[in-house]
């Protein structure tokens, strides 16, 4: 899975901290476009308000930059895993909207992604909110997992095994129903720096191949995918839209990463990952 030559490089403390930048420029945006994500709202407005926000910190997105793709947000909802496209689309209670977004200061990225239900946890069905919980936790015990002295692999491991002990936990709360999650394949996280999408790939499987060696100063963005069934996906006609092939729900949940050489620092958190840090007992290591 690791090309044999995939490198993670490592940043200067003044770079990571440029990086920390276009990380609380994408963590007030999400947070902005999370609270104005009431029943209906467009998924185009909430890419004009996440550019809106994005400009107003004298950052640019960086979505823009993929060739052929020029919105500031990927908006994806429902069976929609990744890469939705904003647009004419309206938001109804109960939605299950996945929010993608990056920006760049000062030539550095970063990138994170949200999920949430739209009417808030009240108007969501309860496998949908097991379903992001799940994700969302996958999400911080593959942070964890990033640390001086692991590989990059140990990422993937962590997030398969963290979703293996949601199912148990999901299919004895679920009206007794069996629970099986699906990790979506053929995407995965990535190195990122100077560019949004660098070397090496995160996986969010285990592999057989640890992958290269983490680092101080690595930084790398994490993003398990978790539907409520399958783990394909296919392309919609807009040539963009990921969708799971059973029409599973999906939820999607990103952060960018460092390593520092007193723990981590989740770039893309309001408080540098603090709380879900201390709640995991990893290692809560902010720059000054
Ligand atoms: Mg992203
Ligand atoms: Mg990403």
Not at 48 to 55: F, H, K, M, N, T
Not at 103 to 109: R, S
């Amino acid at each position: 899975m690791f090309g044999r030559r995939e490198r993670l490089e490592t940043k200067a403390p003044h770079e990571l901290r440029a990086m920390r930048r276009a990380g609380l420029v994408v963590a007030s945006t999400l947070e902005t476009v999370t609270i104005q994500a009431a029943a209906g709202i467009t998924t185009g407005q909430l890419d004009d308000l996440a550019r809106e926000s994005i400009l107003g910190q004298g950052a640019r997105p960086s979505f823009p930059e993929v060739p052929g793709y020029r919105h500031t947000l990927c908006v994806s909802v429902n069976e929609a895993v990744v890469h939705g496209i904003p647009g004419e689309r309206k938001l109804h209670d109960g939605d299950l909207v996945s929010v993608d977004c990056g920006a760049i200061v000062d030539g550095w990225h970063a990138d994170a992604a949200v999920t949430f239900v739209v009417g808030g946890d009240e108007a969501g069905s309860a496998q949908d909110l097991a379903l992001n919980e799940a994700t969302r936790h996958a999400l911080w015990a593959g942070i964890v997992a990033f640390r001086d002295g692991n590989h990059v692999g140990d990422i993937g491991a962590a997030v398969e095994e963290s979703i293996a002990q949601a199912m148990q936990r999901s299919s004895a709360g679920l009206d007794g129903r069996p629970c099986a999650y699906g990790i979506v394949e053929g995407f995965e996280g990535h190195g990122i720096g100077r560019a949004m999408h660098m070397e090496p790939g995160v996986p969010n499987v285990r592999v057989r191949d640890r992958g290269p060696r983490i680092r101080v100063g690595a930084a790398v963005a994490i993003e398990p995918m978790i539907t409520l069934g399958s783990s394909d996906t296919y392309d919609l006609e807009d040539g963009w839209t990921a969708a799971t092939v059973d029409g599973s729900r999906a939820a999607h949940w990103e952060h960018t990463v460092a390593v520092t050489r007193t723990g981590l620092w989740v770039l893309t958190a309001l408080d540098g990952g603090q709380a879900e840090l201390l709640a995991r007992g990893g290692p809560f290591g902010p720059l000054d």
